[in-house]
């Protein structure tokens, strides 16, 4: 594809009407990212917060596309640095794991929109964000806690979770916390996320797919006509009253 050609088809798709959806959803994305969060301190340690804050972005994937999803989850993670107590590094995490859920989700419903692909495509986001917390606990973030905040004292981590895990010591540390505390907890959070896509999306369509249409031009020979009207009814107006 031609470099002219692509922006074309981007100015064609990126219209006033799809700006203003990734804006508004970007900002609902982040209140819920900053305030309607909470966390299950008898089933999790009490630092992993089930929030929703992916559900405005995967509405925007879903009717927007993947792109317009991914940009929500990027829009919300900058707003909220200036707001950030992780020195911006759970703010990454999330954005990362944000677009590893929705653009995932996003490009197998394109594929084909379909009731199947939406339970596809949400299911298979839901797992590679899963996989990727693991992963991303394991080598980034768990690791910059504990040499940040802890000085590299790792028992604090381990005192933290040993709570709810109580045969857990630092040799086992990441066995427990992996596979007892982040893999679940990523599954329940955005297994209601996906669930509560799949009921509301539909239902939210027509407004998801609202465009500003444009204004109909005026034929030719109906603007001059309107235009020769206009100007007589000036003139009757201004001419002196004759008694």
């Not at 594929?111 to 299911?123: C, H």
């Not at 910059?144 to 802890?150: A, G, I, L, Q, T």
């Not at 505390?181 to 407004?207: D, E, H, M, Q």
């Amino acid at each position: 594809m031609k470099a002219k050609e692509f922006f074309t088809r981007v100015r064609k798709k990126v219209t006033a009407a799809y700006l203003t959806k990734v804006a508004v959803l970007s900002a609902v994305s982040f209140v819920l990212y900053m305030f309607a969060k909470f966390n299950l301190p008898f089933m999790f340690p009490s630092f992993l917060d089930v929030q929703f804050s992916e559900l405005p972005a995967i509405l925007a994937g879903f009717s927007l596309g993947p792109v317009a999803g991914g940009l929500v989850i990027v829009i919300k993670c900058l707003i909220k640095f200036p707001f950030s107590s992780t020195a911006f590094v759970g703010e990454i995490t999330d954005m990362v794991l944000g677009i590893l859920y929705v653009v995932p989700a996003s490009i197998v419903y394109q594929i084909k929109k379909t009731r199947k692909n939406a339970v596809l495509g949400l299911l298979t986001g839901t797992l590679v964000a899963t996989f990727a917390a693991m992963l991303l606990n394991r080598f980034v973030s768990v690791p910059f806690y504990v040499e940040f905040f802890f000085k590299g004292n790792f028992d604090v981590i381990v005192n933290m979770c040993s709570v709810l895990y109580k045969d857990m010591t630092r040799d086992t540390f990441y066995w427990y916390y992996l596979f007892a505390a982040v893999l679940p907890f990523n599954l329940l959070r955005l297994g209601l996320v996906s669930g509560v896509t799949f009921l509301v999306y539909k239902r939210l369509s027509k407004i998801l797919h609202w465009e500003i249409k444009p204004r109909k031009k005026t034929p030719p020979e109906e603007a001059t006509e309107e235009s020769a009207s206009e100007e007589a009814q000036e003139a009757e107006s201004q001419e002196p009253n004759k008694e």
